[in-house]
């Protein structure tokens, strides 16, 4: 059983910057995929954006050009670098893995306000 855990959340104003982690408690060696997620009040959870274990990358419109996804194998932790942050934004973040089963950690909340 892995487990994920997110950090790195917190409250930005708009036009700012935060970096989260999903750090997992074991080697993310095997996770052919891993991602970022967001849930927004009253809103179904969105993807935002995923990486294979190949480094190939991919994003959500609303995002592109504004985050970089990111892992490290030997840290055993993934990235989510978010620049020019809007309010729109503003949503609980959660990171994914895909192996053989699917894993996901407990969401770091991001605040995106003046």
């Known amino acids: 059983q892995v487990q994920l855990v997110e950090s790195g959340g917190g409250l930005v104003q708009p036009g700012g910057s935060l970096r989260l982690s999903c750090a997992a408690s074991?080697?993310?060696?095997?996770?052919?995929?891993m991602g970022w997620y967001r849930q927004a009040p009253g809103k179904e959870r969105e993807w935002v954006a995923i990486i294979t274990s190949g480094d190939t990358t991919n994003y959500a419109d609303s995002v592109k050009g504004r985050f970089t996804i990111s892992r490290d194998n030997a840290r055993n932790t993934m990235y989510l670098q978010m620049n020019s942050l809007k309010p729109e934004d503003t949503a609980v973040y959660y990171c994914n893995a895909v192996g053989s089963y699917s894993y996901w950690g407990q969401g770091t909340q991001v605040t995106v306000s003046s």
């Open positions: 074991g080697s993310i060696f095997s996770f052919g995929i």
